[in-house]
């Protein structure tokens, strides 16, 4: 099982790792309030992600943080 945490202080919606996931696990969905944007992993993350790192490292907030709980 993998995880995937966001920082919600340092991600600022810019949507790198929308681009760079190639399995298309990251959507930006609305903040509260719906002004910003935010990162998020879809459901199917936390099985098929095979931890590749595109999304963590191309943060360019260093927002992302993977836990590989196998
Ligand atoms: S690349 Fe980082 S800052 Fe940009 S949307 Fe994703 S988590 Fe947020
Ligand atoms: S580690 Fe790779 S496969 Fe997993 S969510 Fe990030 S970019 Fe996608």
């Not at 199917?44 to 590989?68: D, F, Y």
């Amino acid at each position: 099982m993998v995880k995937h945490i966001v920082d919600p202080e340092k991600c600022r919606g810019c949507g790198k790792c929308v681009e760079n996931c190639s399995l298309e696990l990251w959507v930006l969905v609305d903040r509260e309030g719906g002004k910003d944007k935010i990162a998020q992993v879809t459901e199917e993350a936390a099985l098929i992600c095979h931890t590749c790192g595109m999304c963590s490292e191309g943060c360019p907030e260093k927002a992302i943080v993977i836990i590989n709980e196998e």
